[in-house]
T-cell receptor, first 120, second 116 residues
């Protein structure tokens, strides 16, 4: 079974500064996907970024980037130029890579979440 | 945004009463999921469906049942609600990687259920 651990329950950052959220995971799988989801106070789950484990290059999406360390099973999220709208709960999540049509896929395993507060 | 609608959005119910939450999709995705969100636990999978009338248990299935009689609808039932089932419930959908879909899931807006 896979587990995802987010060791920072809460973090805060000043507007325009950079912050890094940590995530570690445990799996025996070799191919998988890792995600960061954002949940603002509206409760909506928003996909921030996705990393494919078989790709060595770290994923980036505008101000969001990840540091993926497969051997260490570490997957951190860096937010640059933090904005007030980045205030939210952030979840790290794991998904197996499934190519067999008989597999019932895309089940996500989530970490406990990190509350990020951006201060003006 | 993916077409996923959860109903109701909020519900307060009494211990011991049955409760049904509904998830409706307009995307014709094969897979549907029910998760619950609790502080300190993130989201945990309750049940999922891989087709009409095909369902299976997730990590925290005790006390819950599901049904899927149509592709677009996935119902979650608490047969006899308990205070430990007070939570926020999310429905999600996906197409599945094995059938050419992307490795991603789309979430509904969530249902806040309070059992008193």
């Amino acid at each position: 079974a896979q587990t995802v651990t987010q060791s920072q329950p809460e973090m805060s950052v000043q507007e325009a500064e950079t912050v890094t959220l940590s995530c570690t995971y445990d799996t025996s799988e070799n191919n998988y996907y890792l995600f960061w989801y954002k949940q603002p106070p509206s409760r909506q789950m928003i996909l921030v970024i996705r990393q494919e484990a078989y790709k060595q290059q770290n994923a980036t999406e505008n101000r969001f980037s990840v540091n993926f360390q497969k051997a260490a099973k570490s997957f951190s999220l860096k937010i640059s130029d933090s904005q007030l709208g980045d205030t939210a709960m952030y979840f790290c999540a794991f998904m197996k890579h499934e190519v067999d049509v008989t597999e019932y896929g895309n089940k996500l395993v989530f970490g406990a979440g990190t509350i990020l507060r951006v201060k003006s | 945004d993916a077409g996923i609608t959860q109903s109701p959005r909020h519900k307060v119910t009494e211990t011991g009463t049955p409760v049904t939450l509904r998830c409706h999709q307009t995307e014709n995705h094969r897979y549907m999921y029910w998760y619950r969100q609790d502080p300190g636990h993130g989201l945990r999978l309750i049940h999922y469906s891989y087709g009409v009338k095909d369902t299976d248990k997730g990590e925290v299935s005790d006390g819950y049942s599901v049904s899927r009689s149509k592709t677009e609808d996935f119902l979650l039932t608490l047969e006899s609600a308990t205070s430990s089932q007070t939570s926020v419930y999310f429905c999600a959908i996906s197409e599945g990687q094995g059938r050419g879909g992307q490795p991603e899931a789309f979430f509904g807006q969530g249902t806040r259920l309070t059992v008193v």
